[in-house]
């Protein structure tokens, strides 16, 4: 079968933390009201996304994979992780602080969990006035400071606060302590991992009335404790062109804002284009279907595909290949 653009089933995750924004924002089909994650592409185990469009529909990814390998992937991506999908595509509604946290590199994550690490990105999509992002430390830490501020309770203290606004773009290294803030929208795009240490959690319970894990010995040896400012992205918002966020080893990320129809000559990329759209809506088509898009919907171009078609007067798109 020639592979069309396929669009996947939501898997909608409720957490401590979670709001309304992904169904009042995003219109996703949620009746809880705390819903936090919305996972909308994913190959981690126990949570294998479905093509929700076309004569696929139903059709997990993983078997997607196992028939398609290289024309969904490209035979670069296969040749690299093999018949693992290598990133996780979400939407997150903070509407309490989550956990401040930090997620291990792929060496301790493969030899403590056997799993990939977990750099992440993030873009902001809607932010209340003075919501804020904590992004590492706000100066350089001693492993013995920070393990005393664990105990006074004074971690806080040691974060480094961003203010942020719609199109804010931040780039999470493995190892750097960080935190979404209440009342923050956002597309995250990262590794495929669900390999989180949390260190603090603002003494909070969950509806049986325990307090949640901490992860505080694993993330000791994970951390870094430096002061960098290499988490901001800069990017150009050009329209009708394609701008350059984030390029990464285990991703790379445009930002696209169409106020007319454009065509993509895809043939030289070697692997599958994941488009999120984060404003409007739009028509994608390849050589072998079309598909409707819209804000908080994302859609997956398979490898195989020679050139995409994106039919819009107003659409914003992040668009994310290996």
Not at 2 to 8: A, C, D, R
Not at 24 to 43: C, H, Q, R
Not at 44 to 64: M, R
Not at 180 to 197: F, H, K, M, P, R
Request: glycine share 8%.
């Amino acid at each position: 079968m020639n592979l069309y653009p396929l669009k996947f089933t939501p898997i909608l995750k409720e957490r401590l933390w979670g709001g309304t924004k992904l169904k009042n924002v995003l219109n996703k089909n949620i009746e809880s009201d705390i819903t936090g994650e919305s996972w909308e592409l994913s190959g981690v185990e126990g949570d294998i996304s479905e093509v929700a469009n076309g004569p696929l529909k139903g059709t997990s990814l993983n078997q997607l994979i196992s028939e398609n390998s290289e024309n969904l992937l490209g035979k670069s991506v296969v040749d690299r992780f093999g018949n693992d999908f290598p990133i996780l595509i979400k939407f997150i509604d903070a509407k309490q602080d989550l956990s401040i946290q930090l997620h291990p590199n792929d060496e301790l994550a493969k030899e403590r969990h056997n799993s990939f690490g977990k750099t992440e990105m993030w873009y902001v999509m809607d932010a209340d006035p003075g919501a804020k992002l904590i992004v590492g430390f706000n100066r350089d830490v001693e492993k013995s400071e920070y393990v005393k501020s664990l105990e006074e309770g004074t971690l806080e203290s040691l974060m480094n606060y961003e203010e942020v606004t719609e199109g804010d773009t931040f780039f999470i290294n493995t190892g750097k302590i960080h935190a979404i803030g209440a009342g923050v929208l956002l597309a995250e795009i990262q590794q495929t991992s669900d390999v989180t240490y949390r260190v603090f959690d603002f003494n909070r319970r969950d509806k049986e009335g325990n307090l949640r894990e901490l992860h505080t010995e694993l993330a000791l040896d994970a951390m870094d404790y430096t002061k960098k400012d290499d988490f901001k992205v800069a990017y150009g918002a050009e329209k009708d062109t394609v701008n350059e966020m984030v390029e990464s080893p285990y991703f790379k990320t445009n930002f696209i804002a169409l106020s007319q129809p454009l065509k993509r000559d895809i043939s030289a990329i070697d692997s599958f284009i994941i488009y999120m759209c984060v404003g409007g809506q739009a028509s994608l088509s390849n050589e072998s279907g079309d598909v409707m898009i819209s804000k908080g919907e994302t859609v997956l171009i398979p490898a195989s595909s020679n050139e995409v078609s994106i039919d819009t007067d107003g659409a914003k798109l992040l668009e994310v290949t290996i």
